[in-house]
């Protein structure tokens, strides 16, 4: 029998005659360490699957309908399966295996999803935005500087279902420092939740203290002395990518502040006091946005300006250099016209002296412009 089909059959764990059927059913297939993709009979979406008792790892692979009966038959500890891009059918056996809601399902298989934090009876969905900083060699108006992902996370009383979208924000780290303190993780799944918001917004501080430094380097050209000719397509770029940061991280401030304060079944008051640090942090990195993008606007403001600057310093120059040209268009306009009767035509000397007229008075000229700084 497929594990699909074994799934289908286990909807009532919560009875006693549940668990036995899945006892009955464990005994007819063999044993499969999920903990291998390669070798997860529910795909390869299956990033790992983990039973901790008192804060710690329990050794040996077992699968995961044998991991949660006896989660549930001893009542001790918690499972924590992690996947990443699920698809429907992967999806479904294990949200009828711990009675997930379909709307909440729905969310985690299809993502882009705004940050929230929702209740579905016992059970608590939360929608995080996980962001990364591109690195790049120079920045151009065509750079992406941030990429964005997703983490979904459902918190039982007994379970830590992880649905991770994107190709960053890897959990393993977050896994290693919970196993490297057995007194955190012993308190079950909501502290999980803790540790990966408080990963995702810890990732937004870095995040912007990255994307400060596209700033300064943007701000650096344009202040510099041919800040005029800079490229105002970074500016909007970055911009884009400014936006896109806040809509990571802005929405999050409100299931912060829930999971801080308002009261949730599968988290326990001595986890919410956590959850207060990490809202003091997302403060921070809002604020911190919000500065930037203000910086950002002062900067393009103040770039369009050295534009009609250097626009009206050109103008200037134009207008001297045309008045300057003027001069001798106009001597030499009027001596070409031929007349018998004009002052010195027949003089030896009246051409020599037209042409230094003209040159004195343009340089004349020359000098005020150049004095009045048109030149």
Same mark, same amino acid.
């Given at each position: 029998?497929?594990?699909?089909?074994?799934?289908?059959?286990?909807?009532?764990?919560?009875?006693?005659?549940?668990?036995?059927?899945?006892?009955?059913?464990?005994?007819?297939?063999?044993?499969?360490?999920? &903990?291998? $993709?390669?070798?997860?009979?529910? +795909?390869? *979406?299956? /990033?790992?699957?983990?039973?901790?008792?008192?804060? #710690?790892?329990?050794?040996?692979?077992?699968?995961?309908?044998?991991?949660?009966?006896?989660?549930?038959?001893?009542?001790?500890?918690?499972?924590?399966?992690?996947?990443?891009?699920?698809?429907?059918?992967?999806?479904?056996?294990?949200?009828?295996?711990?009675?997930?809601?379909?709307?909440?399902?729905?969310?985690?298989?299809?993502?882009?999803?705004?940050?929230?934090?929702?209740?579905?009876?016992?059970?608590?969905?939360?929608?995080?935005?996980?962001?990364?900083?591109?690195?790049?060699?120079?920045?151009?108006?065509?750079?992406?500087?941030?990429?964005?992902?997703?983490?979904?996370?459902?918190?039982?009383?007994?379970?830590?279902?992880?649905?991770?979208?994107?190709?960053?924000?890897?959990?393993?780290?977050?896994?290693?420092?919970?196993? &490297?303190? $057995?007194?955190?993780?012993?308190? +079950?799944? *909501?502290? /999980?939740?803790?540790?990966?918001?408080?990963?995702? #917004?810890?990732?937004?501080?870095?995040?912007?203290?990255?994307?400060?430094?596209?700033?300064?380097?943007?701000?650096?050209?344009?202040?510099?002395?041919?800040?005029?000719?800079?490229?105002?397509?970074?500016?909007?770029?970055?911009?884009?990518?400014?936006?896109?940061?806040?809509?990571?991280?802005?929405?999050?401030?409100?299931?912060?502040?829930?999971?801080?304060?308002?009261?949730?079944?599968?988290?326990?008051?001595?986890?919410?006091?956590?959850?207060?640090?990490?809202?003091?942090?997302?403060?921070?990195?809002?604020?911190?946005?919000?500065?930037?993008?203000?910086?950002?606007?002062?900067?393009?403001?103040?770039?369009?300006?050295?534009?009609?600057?250097?626009?009206?310093?050109?103008?200037?120059?134009?207008?001297?250099?045309?008045?300057?040209?003027?001069?001798?268009?106009?001597?030499? +306009?009027?001596?070409?016209?031929?007349?018998?009767?004009?002052?010195?035509?027949?003089?030896?000397?009246?051409?020599?002296?037209?042409?230094?007229?003209?040159?004195?008075?343009?340089?004349?000229?020359?000098?005020?412009?150049?004095?009045?700084?048109?030149?």
């Amino acid at each position: 029998m497929s594990m699909a089909g074994n799934l289908r059959r286990v909807g009532s764990l919560r009875k006693v005659g549940g668990l036995r059927k899945v006892a009955r059913l464990a005994r007819r297939r063999p044993r499969v360490d999920l &903990s291998h $993709p390669a070798r997860s009979p529910l +795909g390869s *979406a299956v /990033v790992n699957c983990v039973t901790y008792r008192e804060g #710690v790892r329990e050794l040996g692979g077992r699968d995961l309908v044998e991991a949660v009966r006896r989660v549930r038959k001893t009542e001790d500890g918690f499972v924590w399966l992690g996947l990443h891009e699920p698809s429907e059918l992967e999806f479904a056996d294990v949200a009828e295996l711990f009675d997930l809601h379909p709307l909440a399902v729905e969310d985690a298989v299809h993502a882009h999803q705004r940050p929230k934090v929702e209740r579905y009876g016992q059970t608590l969905f939360a929608v995080l935005k996980t962001v990364c900083y591109v690195e790049h060699t120079e920045l151009t108006a065509t750079s992406e500087v941030v990429e964005t992902g997703e983490i979904m996370v459902f918190v039982g009383h007994d379970f830590v279902i992880t649905v991770r979208h994107g190709s960053h924000g890897s959990l393993g780290p977050v896994r290693e420092q919970l196993e &490297s303190e $057995p007194e955190q993780l012993a308190q +079950g799944p *909501a502290a /999980v939740l803790h540790a990966i918001a408080d990963n995702v #917004v810890d990732d937004y501080l870095t995040v912007i203290d990255d994307v400060q430094s596209d700033i300064d380097e943007v701000e650096a050209d344009v202040f510099a002395q041919n800040g005029a000719r800079a490229d105002p397509g970074r500016i909007y770029q970055l911009k884009r990518e400014l936006l896109e940061l806040k809509r990571a991280v802005m929405p999050l401030a409100r299931p912060i502040q829930e999971l801080s304060g308002r009261p949730f079944p599968a988290v326990p008051p001595q986890i919410q006091a956590y959850f207060r640090d990490v809202s003091d942090h997302l403060l921070r990195a809002s604020e911190q946005i919000a500065a930037f993008d203000e910086l950002l606007n002062s900067i393009l403001q103040a770039h369009l300006a050295q534009v009609t600057v250097a626009q009206n310093e050109d103008m200037r120059k134009i207008t001297a250099w045309a008045a300057i040209v003027a001069v001798p268009t106009m001597g030499c +306009g009027v001596y070409g016209m031929n007349f018998d009767n004009m002052p010195e035509l027949h003089w030896r000397f009246g051409y020599p002296l037209v042409l230094s007229g003209i040159a004195v008075i343009c340089f004349v000229v020359y000098r005020g412009f150049k004095r009045n700084g048109w030149l």
